[in-house]
């Protein structure tokens, strides 16, 4: 008996939900929502992820479903590389895009903020986390019950990226301001969703590695990209090396499960199949 009903439950209740908790967010930009109340809406709003990957595990397979979802937050022996892996990735990704850019005649001033990329970290940390529940923990192996690693990662990746709207709509958007545009953003999450697949995969479905991954790229891109203001043209650079190595990745592993262990499914993690890797002692 599978725990999980389905990803398309998720799909509809983490757009209801985040839209719902970050709309007063948007109101509030326009002056149409009291501005006090907006970090509360705000916080809801990032973690309903979580809150849709709850909702949906509870309603498949109640408290052994919770457990397996949160379980994969244990640390296990076979990810500790993949952690230096998530660690230090988004600083390459992020130093080749920026080459790039100055290979094409950019111009690049070296930030002076190594000693904030760690609290930076950890802030980013303790937020994406809720994301990568539901996303990777939830979405991503319960979609790979019957498609392959790659079909599973441009789904997550599209409603990824949906699920941000908010960001776009607000007044004097930061996020507009970086990526230029919607579309930027949205393809960035499609190809970034196949990077984030291989590492969940790899790491036999660890949400530690794809949560810092996740923390280590948006900080070292608040350090990296945010530097006079030329994010926004730095950003197509980016997108470029993320697509390379999505395309190593795919061209290395295959789509069918973009890694050397197979894909990971929620039968896998419910131990129908297999058993979960153990913790660390």
Known sequence: MRFISGPTLYFLLVLAIGGVFYAPWVLSSYGLFPAEFTPIF?????VSPTLAAVISVRRGHSGEGMK???????????????????LFLPLLIGAIAILMWVASGG??????????????????????????????????????????????????????????????????????SNYGNFAWFLAVTIAGS???????????????????????G?????????NGGIAHRIYPFYLATILLLASSLLLAFGPGSLSMRGKIKHSDIGGSRSPPARPLP
Do not use: C
């Open 218 to 226: 948006n900080a070292s891109g608040m350090i990296l990209f945010m």
């Open 68 to 86: 397996y979802l949160f379980g994969q937050l244990v640390p296990r022996r076979s990810s500790i590389v993949w952690l230096l892996v998530a």
């Open 107 to 176: 111009e690049y001033e070296s930030p002076d903020a190594a000693l904030v990329f760690l609290p930076l970290l950890l802030a980013n940390l303790i937020a994406n986390i809720w994301e990568e529940i539901g996303w990777r923990g939830y979405a991503l192996p319960s979609l790979q019950e019957r498609h392959s690693a790659l079909i599973s990662s441009i789904i997550v990746g599209i409603f990824w990226g949906a699920w941000h709207w908010p960001h776009f709509s607000i007044k004097d958007s930061q996020m507009i």
């Open 194 to 216: 196949v990077i984030y697949t291989w590492l969940y995969n790899s790491s036999e479905g660890s949400l530690l590695v794809t949560s810092l991954y996740h923390a280590s």
């Open 42 to 46: 705000v916080t809801l709003g990032g």
